[in-house]
T-cell receptor, first 114, second 116 residues
């Protein structure tokens, strides 16, 4: 079972709204990732959590706030987003943070900011 | 900084035939990993194949194989007996082999179309 589950699959929000994207895995993985993917572009890394601690923040604006409540869950809290933040947000996980560990992706959450 | 280049934005192949997708990368590291990911219309990124740089033998997974040329920094993907389900966006990716290797660096992608 290599499943990473993301909810919701689609989200439309206004620029003043507060919403959250959720990601869950039950593979016992201890590293979790958020990627952002614009249309016809490759994914870009946003955040990495290793053993429930934020280890990498790729200079992401503070209107995106990640949270890792436990080893199975990863949230991305959204507030005061801009239309240019509309994209596919991909969650991923790996058994451990190191490069020998394969990264498994979820199906993504489509976000539209209006 | 590492860069990954996929020079073919689109490729097409006839069903049951063979197609090769190109990827080149630039790095000063000697220890690293290379990957091909497939992204079908469902948008989930699916790992197709991985190659450790220290291994000389080319990786193979069923109909998928790579031609890894370390000196040339080239990592092409060959798909044999192409099937309609192979139609997708294919991304080549690089990951450093040391403790800082938490980031996947992706190429720009190649859209593969499979003609029946």
């Amino acid at each position: 079972d290599t499943e990473v589950t993301q909810t919701p699959k689609h989200l439309v929000m206004g620029m003043t709204n507060k919403k959250s994207l959720k990601c869950e895995q039950h593979m016992g993985h201890r590293a979790m990732y958020w990627y952002k993917q614009k249309a016809k572009k490759p994914p870009e890394l946003m955040f990495v959590y290793s053993y429930e601690k934020l280890s990498i923040n790729e200079s992401v604006p503070s209107r995106f706030s990640p949270e890792c409540p436990n080893s199975s869950l990863l949230n991305l809290h959204l507030h005061a987003l801009q239309p240019e933040d509309s994209a596919l947000y991909l969650c991923a996980s790996s058994q451990a943070p190191g490069p020998r560990n394969t990264i498994y992706f979820g199906e993504g959450s489509w976000l539209t900011v209006v | 900084a590492q860069t990954v280049t996929q020079s073919q934005p689109e490729m097409s192949v006839q069903e049951a035939e063979t197609v090769t997708l190109s990827c080149t990368y630039d790095t000063s590291e000697s220890d690293y990993y290379l990957f091909w990911y497939k992204q079908p219309p469902s948008r989930q990124m699916i790992l197709v194949i991985r190659q450790e740089a220290y291994k000389q033998q080319n990786a193979t997974e069923n109909r998928f194989s790579v031609n890894f040329q370390k000196a040339a920094k080239s990592f092409s993907l060959k798909i044999s007996d192409s099937q309609l389900g192979d139609a997708a966006m294919y991304f080549c990716a690089y990951r450093r082999g040391n403790n800082a290797g938490n980031m996947l660096t992706f190429g720009g992608g190649t859209r593969l179309m499979v003609k029946p």
